[in-house]
């Protein structure tokens, strides 16, 4: 593979004996800018930013990249977040994106030591999470108020989450002309792979009865708020976080996110092991 002629700001720095290194905002910019480049997600952008953004809080702004040692992170990350009574789970997210970044600036020789790689992510153990019971299921699919455009809306998402397992994402972004005869084309994927998700008549019928209340609007979203704007993540995310809410105040019931997650994972699970079996074949 053939490098660029260009010398970066760090090799600039060793010709010519300067001290001159990459901020953190300038090394934030460039990595974000390569990120936007390999074409990742806006949402992959949002999660790198928001974490780098928090670890500058933890480390301060005195530190140049060049300046940061395994210890820092290990002291400043890691120890603080631990004292801050944060899930093992919520520091390892953090120390990967802080991983990417250093990776990113040390491959393209802006520091001249990569100080994650001594760091490695925390060891969690691995609890088994009981899935919905049949009389959860049905209480949770009594919660959207079937005589409200929303809850309509809200009852079809619940179906179709656990009729296919697909993301979050990937569920609001599906576009009517998706839906096919037996199945749902799947385009937003995290793994940018387009697949078919198949449905049964049940809820091809439930899809029916929502596009006949939906309406017509000037997009091709599956799912929209009552503004006629197709829906958020945001906002179905706080749709879960409200029927959670509701169900907990009934009755004693488990986390829906840590219930939901573990079905939907799951499925997902499942999906994979086709889709292996899959690639195998084409190998063949």
Not at 60 to 73: F, Y
Not at 84 to 105: D, E, H, M, P, Y
Not at 120 to 140: A, C, Q, S
């Amino acid at each position: 593979m053939r490098r660029s002629n260009q010398l970066s700001k760090f090799e600039l720095n060793k010709v010519h004996n300067s001290q001159e290194l990459l901020t953190f905002e300038e090394a934030l910019e460039l990595f974000l800018k390569d990120c936007s480049i390999r074409n990742l997600r806006d949402h992959t952008l949002k999660y790198y930013s928001n974490e780098l953004q928090s670890f500058l809080k933890l480390v301060g702004k005195q530190l140049r990249p060049n300046d940061v040692t395994p210890v820092h992170i290990k002291e400043q990350v890691i120890l603080q977040m631990k004292e801050q009574g944060l899930k093992t789970v919520s520091i390892n997210t953090r120390l990967r994106a802080i991983r990417s970044f250093f990776n990113f600036l040390y491959q393209n020789k802006h520091i001249s030591n990569n100080p994650m790689e001594s760091v490695k992510l925390l060891k969690d153990r691995k609890h088994i999470v009981d899935t919905f019971t049949r009389d959860e299921l049905k209480l949770l699919l009594k919660q959207p108020d079937l005589h409200t455009f929303t809850g309509v809306r809200d009852y079809t998402m619940l179906l179709l989450l656990l009729e296919t397992g697909v993301r979050a994402n990937e569920l609001v972004n599906i576009h009517i002309s998706d839906i096919q005869e037996k199945s749902i084309r799947i385009r937003h994927s995290k793994t940018y792979m387009e697949r078919l998700v198949p449905i049964q008549r049940k809820m091809k019928d439930h899809l029916k009865k929502w596009l006949s209340i939906r309406g017509q609007c000037d997009h091709d979203y599956l799912f929209i708020s009552i503004e006629v704007q197709p829906i958020a993540k945001r906002r179905f995310n706080n749709v879960f976080h409200s029927t959670e809410t509701r169900l907990e105040s009934m009755q004693s019931v488990t986390s829906l996110g840590t219930h939901l997650q573990e079905c939907l994972l799951r499925m997902e699970q499942m999906f994979l092991s086709f889709r292996e079996l899959w690639v195998m074949q084409q190998w063949k």
